[in-house]
């Protein structure tokens, strides 16, 4: 069992910086994923937390153990890859037992013909076999020991490649892009089957993906990177309704958030096109503020009907069963709005129709035209919520 701590982590292949000062502590036996979009660093951060690259500066514990000097397989961790890079050459049972094999017999026990002869080689062996066969067992996968890579599903192969992590029994798991080679059906299998094990083994795993709805289904928290930063660590519901910057808000959430230019007015509320919302800012009147409004925040109005923010034009209709998504081409936005409505209960809209949207003020969520989150009296949780679930923030690192 082992807690992670990143202190201040930063690399430069030679251009810009692809990580910048990451600062993150992971609890002993918690679930955290790394998720940002594609190049913003997360397989180089678990490269490095792995030791299978030197980070430029910063320092990365593991278990109360600063392990910047020593090499991958003293580290503790076992890695699983998106490629899941097993040996095609060799069976299920010899892909498993290989890291065993390199840990438990010495480089004369290894040879082929030679090293069987050796003193307590046998029984060592035999040890191993027992040990690939348990994990196999665990994970449902002792029927194909025998194969080769190339004979398995996508599922098998990836339950192969978790398997030979497992034998080692590390305390840490890292995982990068664990499943994005299967296909949708089979990652939402597997994504249960990584949750159970988790549950099963108990301890620390680090889960890298670009797909949010593995963010947040999976982790206990979802450290944001964008740019080779950590830009929002939380837990995922946290995150959701309670994004720390404009990017985190646009990058989580499907659909998309809507974001839409207004101003701060003379007597306070904020004036969007024709509109006036009761926002208190504490802004001075005539500044620019960013309003970021979720799809389920929306609800159809009459024109002028009560909180109206919005009007335009629908251009599709999308039913899904239980929601209904109305994109609109809305007055003023360059992106098309999407409303989420309860499907029971939306009124009928074809495309081509005029319609109207209000939004409740708490729904809102408020932006500096920076980007930074403005916090008013409607967000019924303090900052310190946020702030609270980053201990390196808390500690006073940079974040
Ligand atoms: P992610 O896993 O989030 O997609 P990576 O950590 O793989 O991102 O890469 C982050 C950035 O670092 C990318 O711009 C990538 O091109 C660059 N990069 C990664 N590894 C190397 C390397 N060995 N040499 C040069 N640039 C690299
Ligand atoms: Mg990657």
Known sequence: MAAISLDRLSKDYGGSPVLDAVSLDIEDGEFLTLLGPSGCGKSTLLRIIAGLEAQDSGTVVIGGLAVDGLRPKQRGVAMVFQSYALYPHMTVAANMALPLKMRRLSPLQRLPI???????????????????????????????????????????????????????RPSVFLMD???????????????????QLH???GVTFVYVTHDQAEAMTLSDRVAVMLDGKLRQVGRPLEIYADPAERRVAEFIGSPKITMVEARVGEGGGIHVGGHMLAIETGRQPGSSVVLGIRPEAFTPVASGGRGELLAGRVRLVEHLGSDLYLHLDAEGQAEPVIARLDAERAPHVAAGEQIHLAVRAERVLLFAPEGQRIRTYADRRPPAAVVDTNVAARRGHAR
């Not at 994990?135 to 192969?160: C, D, M, N, Y």
């Not at 990652?187 to 990584?194: L, P």
């Open 114 to 168: 030679v090293g069987r002869l050796l003193a307590g080689t046998q029984a060592k062996v035999r040890q191993i076999e027992e040990d690939v066969r348990q994990t196999a067992s665990a994970l449902e996968i002792e029927h194909v020991l025998g194969r080769k890579p190339g004979e398995l599903s996508g599922g098998q192969r990836q339950r192969v490649a978790v398997g030979r992590a497992m034998v080692r």
């Open 177 to 195: 892009e664990p499943l994005s080679n299967l296909d949708a059906k089979l990652r939402v299998t597997m994504r249960a089957e990584i949750k």
């Open 199 to 201: 549950r099963r083994l």
